[in-house]
């Protein structure tokens, strides 16, 4: 499909990205099963080599399903270009690598899934970076925490797990004045419910594994550019700015404009840290994305129902669900998320620890997991799981305290879930 500015999402979610296959009609996308493609001539593959050409050379860098993907995601996403990788945590490496070098630092939010609070807090210092999070609700804070050494800002538009909503104009205000990108995980919300470029994202990172395909069957990760950065404007990011020596010095922002930290992220970041996106995985996250805002649409509904019930349930200290007007959150929905605030909140219980166990032990249609953004309804106790690697202190900032169960409402019938979280709790 040629790009039709004017089509509206739910026609893009199925067909941005995808055309009838030219060699055979075939109309859905193909899985293109192949590490290599062929060259025409010598001239051909060398043209390739230089970038001179755009197509396809080895599967590591490049593969048609998987670029129809990215194609989608650009365009959902109103971006200028995106790279598909192996994981959410993937994206994120992706991200910040071609930003980064020893000695550079994060300004994140504390208020972070807790697999990226340890994948920042910890991992990537053997690569000599560090992060320092801080609480995004106190701007002077983000201000004070950037410094010369800073190359990006971090944050979830809808954190994950704890019911906050980002004032993603509010940061990419203090970003900009910074001349350093945003970088915006867009997961929870998926472009759908939440545009962050349209709030002054520079790049916007998702796993994929969660709602964009849907049903729990594929790991994956993107970084979409909003192609909006002017990396050249200082000497922070010789990567994108200077001659690259991983590419005999090819200019990437000079040579390729809007496209360039997407041309970067395949030429590179794909070909020398290898967290490709298999063909087949892209072809599920492809099929997946087709119902994206069908399946929202019944997250957000289901989640409004389920949690205005549990939030009147004696058992039951807190929800935090910003689609609940009693969420501290619930007046950024207009401007961030207006379609809703996702499917995604946790629950205190009063009971405890110890109750905790038992009610999601208690669960029948609900399914334990570490995984969200299923069709299917899940829960997790985070605090014995996801975020056990983290100290109380960084659990309670997380929105995973002791007590908290962290909820993913699926698109079953609300009644059939409230009659479930209904008998567990009586258990609990
Ligand atoms: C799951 C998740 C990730 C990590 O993604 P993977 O695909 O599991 O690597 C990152 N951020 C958020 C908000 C997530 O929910």
Known sequence: MTDEPNYGFDTLQIH???????????????IYQTTAYVFRDA??????FNLQEVGYIYSRLTNPTVA???ERMATLEGGAGAVCCSSGHAAQIMALFPLMGPGKNIVASSR?????ITQFSQTIKRFGW??????????????????????????ESIANPGGYITDLDAISAISDAAGIPLIVDNTSATPYLCRPIEHGATLVVHSMTKYLTGNGTVTGGCVVDSGKFDWS???KFPSLSAPEPAYHGLKFHETFGPLAFTFHGIAIGLRDLGMTLNPQAAHYTLMGIETLSLRMEKHVKNALEVAGWLEGHDAVEAVTYAGLESSPYHHRIKSICPKGAGGLFTVALKGGYESCIKFVDSLEIFSHVANLGDTRSLVIHSASTTHRQLNEEQQIAAGAAPNVV???????DAKDLIADLDQALSKA
Request: proline share 5%.
């Open 130 to 155: 560090s992060a320092t999070f801080v609480d995004f609700d106190d701007l002077d804070a983000v201000k004070a925490a950037i410094d010369d050494d800073t190359r990006a800002v971090f944050c």
């Open 406 to 412: 962290r909820i993913s409402i699926g698109t079953e």
């Open 68 to 70: 129809a993907l990215q």
């Open 233 to 235: 404007a200082s000497d």
């Open 112 to 116: 972070l899934y807790g697999g990226t």
């Open 43 to 48: 001239e051909h593959a060398a043209a390739l």
């Open 16 to 30: 941005a990205g995808a055309r009838p296959d030219p060699a055979t009609g075939a109309r859905q996308t193909p």
